[in-house]
Each structure stands twice: as structure tokens, then as C-alpha cells.
């Protein structure tokens, strides 16, 4: 690499570090998201890496044909090119941003109400709103649809790994009015009618 390339390499590597840095300042993982399958890497799987290295050969490509075959030698292209090449190279970690700008206020909120079970293993979730479970439902297919009123969710999950062995609990707090599962999974522990709502328990699990 020839010394004038340089500071074209070095654009593209700060633009590239930027990102991560805004990644990196986004980022709302924890145990209890990874726990339940929820995990934004935007470099985390092999086909993301391959595809980051297909972009930058090409973009790389790009830049030889522009500037040897047609002899475009502008400065201001070329450190623009080099610069905006990352968002190409890297376009993962933007839309990892976009999501974490997003929903971030939701994860932070699961964070703080997760933490793991030491004595039984899993991950416990207290007091989630419904608009919390249903963020972590898509992700688990163990996760039964819940009442429309539904509210201090408490979410007692484990295992659900490739062996496919799980148990999960739930408890939640939900009008009077909603009709609950009438199978063996679904309990009534206690009706408030002064208040109107009824607490459910939910447990299912496959050994």
C-alpha cells in the first residue's frame, strides 16, 4: 500500500470505529435478553462477517476502476467515498442503532427486571408490563398469548436450549372479565372483586 493511500484508510477506519462506538453506546444486551434470544449483534453470525468483507472487496473494486480507469483523481471524492464506504461495508451496525434508538427504553426496562435464578435455574422476570412480554414473545415460542388487560407479569423460564427441555411460569394480574385457557396449564389463583381482576398462573414445561 502506497503512503498517499493512507489517509483514505485511515477515514475509513475512524468512520468504521465511530460506528461500533455508536453501537457500543446504544447497546442494551444483557443476560436476560441473550437468555431469551434476543441479541442484536450486527457482526454476530458468519454470514454478516462474509458479507462485510464481499462489500469492502467490492468497494475496494469500485474505487480502483473510478480512479485508474477514468482518471478521476478528485481529493474531496476521495476521502467522501472512503468515508461513506463503511455505512456500506458495516450497514449491520446502522440498522442495530436504528433498533436500539428504537427499542431501547424496553430492553433497559427488561434488564432491570431480570435476573437469574440461582436456585432453580433460568432467568426470572418481575412486574413486566404487556407490552414488555409481548417484546420477548416473538422470540420464545414457549410463550403463550396473554389477556388484553394482562399486567405485573412475572416470567419464570428454563432452558428452551437445542435439547429442547423447558419450564416456564407465569403470573400476571388481569380483568375479571377475560376468559383464561381452560386447560390443565392455566389457573386461577385469586379473584379481587373489589378491584376486579383475577391472578393467573400459567405453567407449562417439556422434560
Not at 478521476?72 to 472512503?82: G, M, S
Amino acid at each position: 500500500m502506497q503512503i498517499r493511500h493512507l489517509p483514505f484508510v485511515g477515514i475509513f477506519v475512524l468512520m468504521s470505529f465511530l460506528l461500533l462506538v455508536a453501537v457500543s453506546m446504544t447497546d442494551r444486551t444483557c443476560d436476560a435478553l441473550n437468555y431469551y434470544r434476543i441479541n442484536r449483534d450486527f457482526l454476530g453470525d458468519i454470514d454478516a462477517q462474509f458479507l462485510a468483507v464481499g462489500l469492502f472487496a467490492g468497494g475496494v473494486a469500485v474505487y480502483y476502476l473510478i480512479t485508474r480507469l477514468f482518471k478521476w483523481d478528485n481529493e474531496i471524492f476521495k476521502y467522501a467515498y472512503w468515508g461513506l464506504l463503511p455505512l456500506l461495508v458495516f450497514h449491520g451496525a446502522i440498522l442495530t442503532v436504528s433498533h436500539n434508538l428504537k427499542v431501547g427504553a424496553t430492553e433497559r426496562s427488561i434488564c432491570n427486571k431480570t435476573t437469574r435464578a440461582k436456585k432453580s435455574g433460568g432467568m426470572v422476570s418481575t412486574n413486566l408490563t404487556l407490552k414488555e412480554y409481548l417484546y420477548l414473545q416473538p422470540n420464545r415460542r414457549e410463550f403463550p398469548n396473554l389477556p388484553p388487560t394482562s399486567k405485573n407479569i412475572t416470567i419464570w423460564f428454563n432452558g428452551g436450549d437445542f435439547i429442547g427441555d423447558y419450564t416456564l411460569q407465569l403470573t400476571f394480574t388481569c380483568s375479571v372479565k377475560e376468559t383464561i385457557g381452560k386447560n390443565e396449564r392455566w389457573t386461577v389463583k385469586n379473584i379481587n372483586k373489589a378491584v376486579g381482576t383475577k391472578t393467573v398462573s400459567y405453567l407449562d414445561f417439556d422434560r
